[in-house]
Each structure stands twice: as structure tokens, then as C-alpha cells.
């Protein structure tokens, strides 16, 4: 599957922002997808997850109740929602895919056990 992030974006602190990842290919619905963002001189880390079928999410302590992750597998696309944003959402964010069934449980907050990543898309928030 190849994956193309966008909607990022220059936002001010308290404000929010769309974040959309198409997916190709006609088997989207077999991969269970995330977000990750990387901010400058940082670690990647995880931000949100999403099952197959979006019957169930997992976020990052940091986003919890900012952020919302959705898919749309009619469209191929998981999209990741993002509110009262803070200058410390600065980074660039990262779609990543892996097929179900791949490793145990249906959510990860790992890189590594995700095999398919888009090119990224830049957020940022000024205060």
C-alpha cells in the first residue's frame, strides 16, 4: 500500500486542522493504520492508532481528547482531526499502515510494527 499524507499547515495555538492519509490499492480495510509525528531534533512518536474497521482507537497521553482518528474505507483514507492545538503539536506527522494480522493486537503505538509510511505533512503552531 502506498500512503500520501496531507493537510498540514501553519495554524495558530488553540485552533485545529485536518489531517487526511489516502491509502492506494483496493485492500485498505486489511490494514490497521496510525499517526506519528516527528518534531525537529526529536524521536518519532506515536500519536494515534485505528483498527480495520475503526471500531477502535488508541491515543497518545499527549492528544488524549485533542485528537480524533477516523477512517473512511470507502475512500481509502484515515483521517486524523486536531483541536486546541499547542505549540508543542509542532512536527511533522506521519500516516503509517501495517496488515491486520501482522503481529498480535490490533492497535500499536510502535514504528516498528508498522511497514508502510506516507512522506509526511508539516504542522505548525504558532503561539
Known amino acids: 500500500v502506498q500512503l500520501q499524507a496531507s493537510g498540514g499547515g501553519l495554524v495558530q495555538a488553540g485552533g485545529s486542522l485536518r489531517l487526511s492519509c489516502a491509502a492506494s490499492?483496493?485492500?485498505?480495510?486489511?490494514?490497521?493504520m496510525g499517526w506519528f509525528r516527528q518534531a525537529p531534533g526529536k524521536e518519532r512518536e506515536f500519536v494515534a492508532a485505528?483498527?480495520?474497521?475503526?471500531?477502535?482507537?488508541y491515543y497518545a497521553d499527549s492528544v488524549k481528547g485533542r485528537f480524533t482518528i477516523s477512517r473512511d474505507n470507502a475512500k481509502n483514507t484515515v483521517y486524523l482531526q486536531m483541536s486546541s492545538l499547542k505549540s508543542e503539536d509542532t512536527a511533522v506527522y506521519y500516516c503509517?499502515?501495517?496488515?491486520?494480522?501482522?503481529?498480535?493486537?490490533?492497535?500499536?503505538?510502535?514504528?516498528?510494527?508498522?511497514?508502510?509510511w506516507g512522506q509526511g505533512t508539516l504542522v505548525t503552531v504558532s503561539s
Open positions: 490499492g483496493r485492500t485498505f480495510s486489511s490494514y490497521r
Open positions: 485505528i483498527t480495520w474497521n475503526g471500531g477502535s482507537t
Open positions: 503509517a499502515a501495517e496488515r491486520i494480522g501482522s503481529y498480535s493486537g490490533q492497535l500499536s503505538d510502535r514504528t516498528d510494527e508498522y511497514g508502510y
